[in-house]
């Protein structure tokens, strides 16, 4: 039954609005026209944002940085609980979605699917946002170009949601 409605409910939703805009008088077709028309220009406004954002994360990775923090911090995450190996997904979730599911591809192929470790890189990657893409993406798109204090509140965010991660982690695969 899940099946069924997951695969219908998508074209039942565009009948809905199609059906709820023309019920309305609303120009369905022209309307939905603008909107893709304004979403290509948001688009265009954005890239420069997006291809920092990817150029830094490339960066970051290749140069090691990502491996010499490891090191670096290891006896303090020995004191929260947190593997050494966890470090990059943390550090890069919230920088990039896709760099994190590399980094969650790396550590499942290392681990194994039923590792502690593996379990625990899944709970991460679900209890945290990709802070700084989703600011210069929303912020790029409206022209804010100084995000004081959001990207304060979004690391702390970022790290409230690894330390209940680890924690979950903790009660349940250890």
Same mark, same amino acid.
């Given at each position: 039954?899940?099946?069924?409605?997951?695969? /219908?409910?998508? @074209?039942?939703?565009?009948?809905?609005?199609?059906?709820?805009? %023309?019920?309305?008088?609303?120009?369905?077709y022209e309307?939905?026209?603008?909107? /893709?028309?304004?979403?290509?220009?948001?688009?265009?406004?954005?890239? @420069?944002?997006?291809? %920092?954002?990817?150029?830094?994360?490339?960066?970051?990775?290749?140069?090691? %940085?990502? =491996?010499?923090?490891? !090191?670096?911090?290891? @006896?303090? !995450?020995k004191w929260? *609980?947190?593997? /050494? =190996?966890?470090? @990059?997904? %943390?550090i890069t979730?919230?920088?990039?979605?896709?760099? /994190?599911?590399?980094?969650?591809?790396?550590?499942?192929?290392?681990?194994?699917?039923?590792?502690?470790?593996? #379990?625990?890189?899944?709970?991460? !990657?679900?209890?945290?946002?990709?802070?700084?893409?989703?600011?210069?993406?929303?912020?790029?798109?409206? *022209?804010? #170009?100084?995000?004081?204090?959001?990207?304060?509140?979004?690391?702390?965010? =970022?790290?409230?949601?690894?330390?209940?991660?680890?924690?979950?982690? #903790? !009660?349940?695969?250890?």
């Open positions: 039954m899940i099946g069924t409605v997951s695969l /219908a409910i998508i @074209p039942l939703l565009v009948a809905f609005f199609v059906t709820y805009g %023309a019920f309305h008088k609303v120009p369905v309307t939905f026209t603008e909107g /893709a028309k304004e979403g290509f220009e948001i688009s265009i406004r954005i890239i @420069p944002y997006l291809i %920092a954002m990817m150029v830094a994360v490339a960066m970051f990775r290749a140069s090691g %940085a990502i =491996d010499l923090l490891s !090191l670096a911090f290891e @006896p303090i !995450l929260i *609980g947190m593997p /050494a =190996d966890l470090l @990059p997904l %943390a979730r919230s920088l990039s979605g896709s760099g /994190a599911r590399g980094i969650f591809a790396e550590i499942a192929n290392t681990y194994g699917g039923n590792n502690p470790i593996t #379990k625990t890189a899944a709970v991460m !990657l679900g209890s945290s946002e990709t802070t700084f893409y989703v600011l210069s993406v929303y912020f790029g798109a409206i *022209g804010v #170009k100084k995000f004081r204090h959001a990207v304060a509140a979004g690391i702390v965010a =970022d790290l409230a949601g690894i330390l209940v991660a680890l924690l979950v982690s #903790k !009660l349940f695969f250890y």
